[in-house]
């Protein structure tokens, strides 16, 4: 079982708008460490999206934005298209484990 | 740019030693953390720990007893071991490269990976 919670799953029609939800505690996000997030094409290697809570690597498009606020973060992508289609993690510190922490994972299906 | 590339043997025996390299290619080992993070099948992220390219090192309190991680700059790789494996041990590892900044506090210290290999599968099975 993971230490932060995001949904098995979400889905969007192409061109729409989804967001996936990521819920820590206080000994992580709620203790004000930041959230980070990653898409993952199986067989890839994993890909930053989002550092830093809502800050963009060169290369990630404006489509991807991220916030956070308490104890939970969230993951935004506008303008849904076929290539986002993959899994989606959030990671952030966690001070009691003194070691980074993952989300289950979300699966995006582009309808 | 700067590439990593996990390598080692795809099947390891139970209570055996699971030993894994990664190479990092296109760049210096200096002056970052490496890290390995691993997914058993069906389930999510696992943070295993860091090597600082000094050696210095920090592990997952739930593997500690079991895992060791060690860089060699001449070779620019660093390394894996995990002892006494069992079938839960079964997943596949992720090398990848970690920053870490303070926040603008300047208390909290963050972490993150933004450069990851493409992951190789270790089965563990007799």
């Known amino acids: ?111 | 740019q700067v590439q990593l590339q996990e390598s080692g043997p795809g099947l390891v025996k139970p209570s055996e030693t699971l030993s894994l390299t990664c190479t990092v290619s296109g760049g210096s080992i200096s002056s970052y953390y490496w890290s390995w993070i691993r997914q058993p099948p069906g389930k999510g992220l696992e943070w295993i720990g860091y090597i600082y390219y000094s050696g210095s090192t920090n592990y997952n309190p739930s593997l500690k007893s079991r895992v060791t991680i060690s860089v060699d700059t001449s070779k620019n790789q660093f390394s894996l071991k995990l002892s006494s494996v069992t079938a839960a041990d079964t997943a596949v590892y992720y090398c990848a490269r970690e920053h870490n900044y303070y926040d603008s506090s300047g208390y909290k210290q963050n972490w993150y990976f933004d450069l990851w290999g493409r992951g190789t599968l270790v089965t563990v099975s007799s």
Not at chain 1, 25 to 49: E, F, R
Not at chain 1, 90 to 96: A, E, F, L, M
């Open chain 1, 1 to 111: 079982q993971s230490v932060l919670t995001q949904p098995p799953s979400v889905s969007g029609a192409p061109g729409q708008r989804v967001t996936i939800s990521c819920t820590g505690s206080s000994s992580n996000i709620g203790a004000g460490y930041d959230v980070h997030w990653y898409q993952h094409l199986p067989g890839t290697a994993p890909k930053l999206l989002i550092y830093g809570n809502s800050n963009r690597p060169s290369g990630v498009p404006d489509r991807f934005s991220g916030s956070k606020s308490g104890t939970s973060a969230s993951l935004a992508i506008t303008g849904l298209q076929a290539e986002d289609e993959a899994d989606y993690y959030c990671q952030s510190y966690d001070g009691s484990l003194s070691g980074s922490i993952f989300g289950g994972g979300t699966k995006l299906t582009v309808l």
